[in-house]
């Protein structure tokens, strides 16, 4: 109990939130710029970030009424400008094509002119605005989704909150539609968090209503191990748009479009505190370590995040262990007859026994002296093989074995580990999935 | 009894109206400790504030009869008239247009059965909570009907809890003799809890999955060194 008491300092709470961090970073000014969708998009694409690109806008109910409703693609977001939480947002996808020509929602409803008449009207009352004065609304182009997310997203669009402080990127945190959020990504509406390493960008722990998951709740698939692509990017995104609004405590939200990349959807000065429980780990301990640092560049700001919050995992069961964490693919040295050093891409493949290294490459480096014959069954048969002595180093580590030579000129890899010289390694299939091209010879 | 007080009763201010004068920061104190130890969320301080009190003017009994009543038939009214796509205005005063129909049948009945202590009612208490439908029917369109219920049962029991705190009697009788002392605490009491940071009760609940894996980064630092 009193053990809990103590963990408990660690978390940020939601008096802290405020007194700690909200109040002394975002000013009023900060504030009124993130509140105001319409005049955040415009700061931020005049500073040169991405963001969606607005089809119409209607201020008043005279707009309203002389408004031309066949302008409209056949597929767009109605949003109101202050909105709260996520309310009030309307997504269509495809417009029918026979009278009255209604446009469709995800879950198939139509939406007809009459309706998006009085979703606006609606928005322009301020029912959807977080103090309830009159709004505006306005028309957004709509996302699309990426492939990679299809099977994770339930008829939306999954975004990435990132927490920014002090020009650091504290937490991430992808956010999916499901079934009960219908399509929206926030979590009190029953979207899925995913926690994210903020050094690789590779999704970890994951919560849906409150509760920690594994995997989806319909289709099972695991959420441990997404790889968010150009994570370095959506890092220095967020830290530019934190820069150029002075919005000194920020929750932003980044979404990836199939065709124009990361883009920059809203920016929140008071951002849900449930990305702690996701990531199931505290942000007041964060926090306080990037308290009071002087972080002059972006880059040194992404560097700070990658270096303290990112690759904990890793380094646990690294230290648990006592193994390297690696990945598929590696960069090793190899070391030639004379101890030189050559990097060169190998590929890790768990399901041979020994290593086997490309005739080429090791006339090259001078080690093809056969010291041994060997056996092999492969798929065509029996083959005999020789092996040489090989040494190489694999995340500082050096291996000294013998290994077969063969030639692999066909194939992408020159070199392939096997088991034999794993034992000291822990193999992650989620980490490096990048497949850079080997270096040919 | 504080000489002040003593002269204020001797010269003809009811006592009751001190009483809910010190009585007010007490309950304040009460509602915003309730939001930022323990983190029940209600509806700010002025709506169970007001409730409150209306409950030590009407008597507990009739003051839940006529909230209950208030808050259902605005909800039904509210879900009735929906379909009709007014605009807001016009459609609150509907609302309240029937709120105080169905307090005015409440009258009838109360006159019918000759139940002095309900008919004899201060109408101005009952005004004030038709007023409050406007914020509860607000909180059920923007959080939906779980979220309202749950906002409208906790500011319930709030009003509850502070009703019993204003009309327990030895505190009523401390408040007339130390009335200065009263304002005093209350005040560093306020200072205190403005600038209290630690976790919420209902925070601690929240977080308890998170604040149970904490101990690894904990371990480890002492290990590194």
């Not at chain 1, 005279?62 to 409209?72: A, G, P, S, T, Y």
């Not at chain 1, 198939?108 to 309706?115: G, L, S």
């Not at chain 1, 060997?374 to 065509?380: C, P, Q, S, Y």
């Not at chain 2, 808050?71 to 459609?91: A, E, M, Q, S």
């Amino acid at each position: 109990m009193f053990d809990f008491l103590e963990k408990s300092h660690h978390v940020l709470g939601m008096n802290a939130r405020i007194l700690s961090y909200m109040r002394p970073s975002n000013s009023l000014r900060a504030i009124r710029i993130a509140d105001n969708k319409l005049l955040s998009k415009k700061i931020l694409k005049k500073n040169g970030l991405p963001v969606l690109q607005n089809y119409a806008i209607i201020k008043e109910m005279q707009e309203l009424k002389n408004f031309n409703w066949n302008e409209l693609p056949n597929s767009f977001t109605l949003k109101p400008n202050r909105g709260l939480g996520g309310e009030g947002i309307l997504i269509v996808y495809a417009r029918r094509k026979r009278p009255p020509y209604p446009w469709v929602k995800a879950n198939r409803k139509i939406v007809t002119i009459n309706d998006l008449k009085s979703h606006v009207l609606n928005i322009l009352e301020g029912n959807y605005s977080i103090t309830n004065l009159p709004d505006i609304a306005f028309f957004e182009e709509r996302i699309k989704l990426l492939r990679l997310f299809k099977p994770y997203a339930y008829r939306g669009i999954p975004d990435i909150r990132i927490i920014v402080y002090n020009s650091v990127p504290i937490m991430g945190e992808l956010r999916l539609p499901t079934k009960d959020s219908s399509g929206k990504a926030n979590l009190h509406l029953g979207g899925i968090g995913v926690g994210i390493d903020m050094g690789t960008g590779v999704t970890t722990t994951a919560i849906h209503k409150g509760k920690t998951i594994e995997r989806m709740p319909d289709t099972k698939l695991a959420l441990r191990g997404i790889h968010i692509p150009g994570w370095e990017e959506i890092l220095r995104m967020a830290i530019d748009a934190q820069r150029i609004t002075k919005v000194g405590f920020l929750g932003i939200d980044i979404a990836i479009d199939r065709e124009k990349g990361p883009v920059i959807l809203e920016l929140n000065t008071r951002p849900g505190l449930s990305i702690q429980i996701a990531n199931l780990s505290p942000l007041g301990d964060r926090l306080k370590r990037v308290k009071g640092l002087k972080v002059k560049t972006i880059s040194k700001g992404v560097k700070i995040a990658k270096d303290l919050f990112g690759g904990e995992i890793e380094e646990e069961l690294e230290e648990i262990s006592g193994r390297k964490v690696i990945g598929i693919n590696e960069q090793i040295e190899v070391l030639d007859i004379n101890r030189n050093k050559q990097i060169i891409m190998a590929k890790i493949d768990t399901g041979a026994y020994r290593t086997t290294i490309c005739s080429i490459l090791a006339k090259e480096l001078n080690i093809d002296e056969i010291i041994n014959q060997k056996k092999v069954r492969g798929a065509l048969g029996v083959e005999e093989r020789p092996i040489i002595n090989f040494s190489f180093y694999m995340d500082k580590r050096l291996v000294s074995t013998e290994a077969f030579m063969a030639d692999r000129s066909e194939m992408k890899y020159d070199i392939i580990i096997g088991r034999r010289d794993l034992k000291r390694f822990l193999v992650d299939p989620a980490k490096n999935v990048h497949m850079r091209r080997p270096r040919s010879i | 009894m504080s000489p002040i007080i003593q002269y204020m009763i001797n010269q003809g201010v009811p006592k009751e109206t001190l009483i809910f004068l010190l009585m007010l920061p007490i309950i304040a104190i009460v509602i915003s400790f309730t939001r930022q130890v323990i983190g029940i969320k209600g509806f700010g301080i002025y709506t169970p504030l007001i409730i409150t009190f209306a409950f030590l003017v009407t008597g507990l009994k009739y003051g839940l009869i006529f909230f209950i009543t208030i808050i259902l038939v605005g909800t039904l009214t509210r879900l009735f008239i929906r379909k009709f796509r007014l605009l807001y205005l016009p459609r609150m005063a509907i609302t309240l247009t029937i709120v105080s129909l169905v307090v005015l049948i409440i009258f009838y009945f109360g006159a019918y059965s000759q139940k002095t202590d309900l008919i004899t009612i201060s109408i101005f208490v009952i005004l004030i909570m038709i007023t409050l439908v406007e914020k509860f029917l607000v909180a059920q369109i923007e959080k939906g009907g779980r979220g309202a219920i749950l906002l409208t049962s906790e500011t319930l029991i709030l009003s509850i809890i502070c009703y019993w705190i204003a009309s327990w009697s030895s505190l009523q009788i401390f408040i007339l003799s130390h009335p200065f002392v009263t304002i005093f605490l209350a005040i560093i009491i306020s200072i205190l809890l403005g600038k209290w940071t630690g976790l919420r009760l209902t925070e601690y609940f929240r977080f308890r999955e998170l604040i149970k894996n904490i101990e690894i980064p904990k371990k480890r630092r002492p290990g590194k060194i």
